[in-house]
């Protein structure tokens, strides 16, 4: 039986995990890390007291929303790459999953993503992730606009041909290049 190897996850977009389940294993704590730290700079920048007990109190609702958010973006990245751009849905399909900065469309349609993925992390935060803390509304806003903004799923721009390059290389060794 072949064992799989996961390298550089780091960089994975996250509408790949729809395709590649494994990675959720190494995805989430990375995640929740990241959203973490932002969350925890976000409440020191403006100076939010009892940042520990808030920490708690929200950052499990700001880590499931921030996967709900990027999921609706993989969708829509998705979309197109299942075919159902008319024209050449092949060459931007092709783009989408391999580089998207590689074609326009692909690329525009890649920032649409990300772009309903952040007003989605925007909303789910400002109305469900801080309801257990005593946050003023306008406090919510403002952390949940730093979350969208620090946290959107930029990852959907990188290139994933050389992502599967880099693990290639590790599963295979520089043996390739001979």
Request: no cysteine; aromatic share 20%; net charge positive.
């Amino acid at each position: 039986m072949k064992k799989e190897k996961l390298y550089n996850v780091g960089w994975f977009p996250i509408w790949m995990l729809m395709y590649m389940p494994t990675f959720w294993f190494i995805t989430l704590p990375i995640n929740f890390v990241i959203d973490s730290i932002v969350l925890l700079i976000a409440f020191a920048v403006l100076k939010v007291e009892n940042r520990k007990d808030k920490y708690w109190k929200s950052i499990f609702q700001v880590w499931k929303y921030g996967f709900v958010a990027d999921f609706i973006g993989a969708v829509v990245m998705t979309i197109v790459t299942f075919g159902v751009y008319d024209g050449k849905k092949s060459e931007v399909g092709l783009s989408l999953m391999m580089d998207p900065r590689g074609n326009t469309i692909a690329l525009l349609w890649t920032i649409l993503s990300i772009i309903i993925s952040s007003i989605f992390i925007y909303i789910f935060d400002s109305k469900r992730a801080f309801t257990n803390t005593d946050l003023s509304e306008k406090r919510k806003k403002q952390i949940s606009l730093i979350m969208a903004i620090f946290t959107a799923p930029y990852t959907m721009l990188s290139p994933t041909g050389f992502i599967y390059g880099i693990i290639y290389f590790f599963m295979y060794g520089p043996a390739i290049f001979y």
